[in-house]
């Protein structure tokens, strides 16, 4: 008997992604090809993206067909928005749509519709092996580039409806990074260098408490703190550590917050910010919380696979019990 599978794709502002997932969620392939930022650049516009979308899906397709070969595809999936709410759009998402609409129809296969965000939770929970998480309440970060959020998450039977209980109230936490690690000559995207050369640092890091209420914090100053500090000492990798340190103690306190706000709750950690190793030693050491693993932190269609796993078996479930 062929294996089953099934068919994710992704195509967010930074990060063209197709995956294949067994019946089991286990990943078969998870794809991804980075949209190409400008030197000195901290981001693309949507045309840009959209663009660079079209160009990269084709080569994601001829790389995906001996990957599906001897298996059965039984369904197709796609993030066609950012966020499950009203009014959640961004155009680099219609490239993803029109790939996963193209392939579903030929093959004939049925097309699931979801969003980033619930991607990128159900990504962490199948990396971090906590299935049991689609069946009961906990609390979500989605921290990257395009987004900082804290979320009360419910399931909702394919995947999951949630409630944004804290976050920024400006600059995403993605953004400064970029912004900051950008101007220090970094490459974009900057996660990565910038905590090397926080981790490289092993001196006393500056402290400035985070302006954080009900939940939610601002994080325009950080960049404008963070560059002070470099014209000041020239010492790159005293910034960084100020930067990860900022957004650590940013991260604990909103947690405290909404904690004592609405109960306490596991945590879930998701998003490309949330590989990094300083955040999550900071998380781990005052919650309970799980994190992808950092191929699976980033953007990613993995998620997008397994939510069209379970919605494809719900269905089916429901035809033959009707």
């Known amino acids: 008997m062929k ?6 794709f992704d195509t967010s502002n930074y990060t063209t992604s197709a995956a294949i997932v067994d019946g089991e969620d286990r990943v078969i392939a998870n794809l991804k090809q980075p949209l190409a930022v400008g030197d000195g650049e901290h981001g693309l516009r949507q045309s840009d993206a959209v663009f660079q979308h079209v160009k990269n899906l084709p080569l994601l397709a001829e790389r995906l067909a001996p990957l599906l070969a001897g298996k059965t595809l039984l369904a197709v999936g796609v993030s066609e928005r950012p966020r499950d709410r ?24 049925p097309l699931y519709r979801f969003s980033h965000q619930a991607g990128h939770l159900t990504a962490a929970t199948v ?33 999951f409806r949630s409630t944004i209980v804290g976050g920024t109230r400006d600059l995403n936490a993605g953004q400064a990074i970029d912004r900051i690690g950008v101007a220090l000559g970094v490459p974009f995207p900057a ?3 910038l905590e090397k050369l926080a981790l490289s640092y092993t001196g006393k890091i500056p402290k400035k408490k985070p302006a954080v209420s009900d939940g939610y914090v601002n ?7 963070a560059l002070g500090l470099y014209g000041e000492s020239g010492d790159k990798e005293r910034v960084a ?7 650590s103690e940013a991260i604990v306190t909103m947690t405290e917050q909404v904690f004592e706000r609405y109960g306490e709750r596991e945590l879930l950690c998701a998003g490309g910010v949330m590989s990094s190793t300083i955040l999550k030693d900071a998380i781990k050491k005052r ?20 939510l069209a796993a379970r919605a494809y078996r719900r269905e089916r479930a429901g035809k033959e019990n009707p």
């Not at 961004?90 to 993803?96: I, R, T």
């Open 3 to 8: 294996e089953v599978c099934f068919l994710g």
């Open 287 to 306: 919650f309970a919380a799980s994190f992808a693993e950092p191929a699976l932190s980033s953007d990613n269609a993995v998620g997008i696979a397994a």
């Open 191 to 193: 996660g990565p260098g």
């Open 86 to 109: 009203d009014g959640s759009y961004m155009p680099c998402f219609l490239a993803g749509v029109a790939a996963a609409t193209n392939a579903a129809a030929v093959a004939g296969l």
């Open 219 to 225: 994080l325009s100053g950080l960049e404008n703190l």
């Open 241 to 247: 550590a100020f930067v990860f340190n900022y957004l």
């Open 127 to 159: 990396s971090a092996r906590r299935p049991d998480l689609f069946d009961r309440p906990f609390y979500a970060y989605h921290v990257s580039g395009g987004t900082t959020e804290l979320l009360a998450v419910e399931p909702d039977g394919n995947g």
